[in-house]
């Protein structure tokens, strides 16, 4: 069982920065990808961005040149910097990581855009 530990997550007005981290357990395997989905109030657990054990990224549009996701793969590390931030994307972000054969999620932490 991977356990995914996220931290970071809070209140920050609008335009700032906040810098997301998720730690996954050691395991046999390590994570094919690792990523972020937010979920808004009322609304659907999106994709935000996500990195293959490679390198590859992918983005959602509405964060795009505005968030960036990095890895290390030595710490099973994923961390997603948050610029330039709008009460948009005000929401629960969880933590991701794709396995063979099976995917985990975190708890999630919330992320609060006000003034």
């Known amino acids: 069982q991977v356990q995914l530990v996220e931290a970071g997550g809070g209140l920050v007005q609008p335009g700032g920065s906040l810098r997301l981290s998720c730690a996954a357990s050691k395991t046999k395997f390590r994570p094919n990808a690792m990523g972020w989905y937010r979920q808004a109030p009322g609304k659907q657990r999106e994709l935000v961005a996500i990195?293959?054990?490679?390198?590859?990224?992918n983005y959602a549009d509405s964060v795009k040149g505005r968030f960036t996701i990095s890895g290390d793969n030595a710490k099973n590390t994923v961390y997603l910097q948050m610029n330039s931030l709008k009460s948009e994307d005000t929401a629960v972000y969880f933590c991701?990581?794709?396995?063979?054969?099976?995917?985990?999620w975190g708890k999630g932490t919330l992320v609060t855009v006000s003034s």
């Open positions: 991701y990581a794709t396995y063979p054969g099976t995917n985990y």
């Open positions: 990195i293959a054990s490679g390198g590859t990224t």
